[in-house]
């Protein structure tokens, strides 16, 4: 069984002519209604996180400033990221969503799930949101999931264009999370290096893969294989968290990578294998980015399907890049020697 959660209030959360707007949710749950894969998966209810799931990312001081942005009838975090009037409580019930998904899966009563949820998370920062991020949405479910469940070792796998620094900046001295991000570099938001793998007993628990413009589905399947999988079987998390964001996609126009709609159905299908190989299949995923009104709805589709099993395969009106992508063993071969994986 998989299990989803959407919030179809997070249309509150727009800004018009942003690329993070309310479409990118609303043209996704439609296509979603009009293919039927609903009816097959279990629905998660959104509540609000509470407010000690928040703070164990997130300074009270920077939930509290959220608070009265929306409450004063918004305003902006940084350039690019804007509050809503409505934005705190779909901030709030999104990320309780994604922890109610959690509980579902770990809990026995989904193998895995699926998290349309917006705004994005993975840049918010523990004193501050920004990237067109407010709550960072994967991490307080790590957080929620160590605490809730008792699991000492989690692994976060960020395969949006971007560096998840939100994410990183959180564990970046936290043994029991393992943090492993592919994106393009350098690039927004400028972190995400190489030499960047942790500090303290996190030492070695962030894992990055920084690619040029221009690669493809080769490159992120081949850092799933060759980096992120044997540092996970060496690690032993028991659950897997995805920040799913499809803006490597070659048609998203906030980036330069060629990944296809089939590469993202391949890299889960291998993250699947993974969770089945270490945690018993445990796979939640959370939508970051993605920005091609037309490609994502059917990335998500795609990525349901493979996730539930769906015999109809994948949905991709727009199929692949011309061109191979850029080779990236020698790159490749960094990370490993960086992380002692070679
Ligand atoms: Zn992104």
């Not at 920084?210 to 060759?226: M, S, T």
């Amino acid at each position: 069984m998989t299990a989803y959660v959407y919030l179809p209030t997070h249309i509150g959360h727009t800004f018009p002519g942003h690329p993070e707007n309310h479409k990118r949710l609303t043209h996704t749950w439609d296509l979603l209604e009009k293919d039927g894969i609903l009816d097959r998966l279990l629905r998660v209810d959104c509540t609000p996180a509470d407010a000690d799931a928040l703070t164990a990312v997130h300074d009270a001081r920077y939930v509290d400033l959220l608070a009265q942005i929306s409450a004063s009838g918004g305003g902006m975090l940084d350039a690019d990221t804007y509050v809503t009037e409505e934005s705190y409580e779909v901030a709030l019930l999104s990320a309780g969503g994604l922890n109610n998904l959690v509980d579902t899966v770990c809990t026995g009563r989904a193998e895995n799930g699926f998290a349309l949820l917006r705004p994005p998370g993975h840049h918010a920062r523990p004193v501050h949101g920004m990237g067109f991020c407010l709550l960072s949405n994967v991490a307080i479910a790590a957080r929620h999931a160590q605490k809730q469940h008792g699991y000492a070792r989690m692994l976060i796998v960020d395969f949006d264009v971007h560096h998840g620094n939100g994410t990183q900046e959180t564990f970046y001295d936290d043994s029991s999370v393992l943090f492993f991000s592919i994106h393009q570099y350098p690039y927004y938001p400028g972190s995400g290096d190489i030499d960047e793998t942790g500090a303290g007993t996190g030492e070695g628990a962030t894992i990055n893969v920084p690619f040029p413009a221009g690669v493809g589905d080769g490159a992120y399947l081949a850092a799933i294989e060759e980096v992120l999988k044997p540092a996970a079987r060496r690690f032993d998390p028991q659950l897997i968290l995805v920040s799913a964001g499809y803006d490597a996609h070659w048609m998203d126009p906030l980036a330069q990578h060629q990944v296809s709609i089939e590469g993202y159905a391949a890299m889960i299908r291998s993250l699947m294998a993974l969770a089945e190989e270490v945690c018993d299949g445990r796979l939640v995923c959370t939508l970051e980015g993605g920005y091609n009104l037309d490609v994502l709805p059917h990335a998500v589709l795609s990525t349901l399907r493979v996730l539930s099993g769906d015999p109809r395969g994948i949905s991709d009106p727009v199929g692949v890049p011309h061109g191979k992508g850029r080779d990236v063993s020698v790159a490749l071969a960094a990370v490993k020697r960086r992380h002692g994986l070679s």
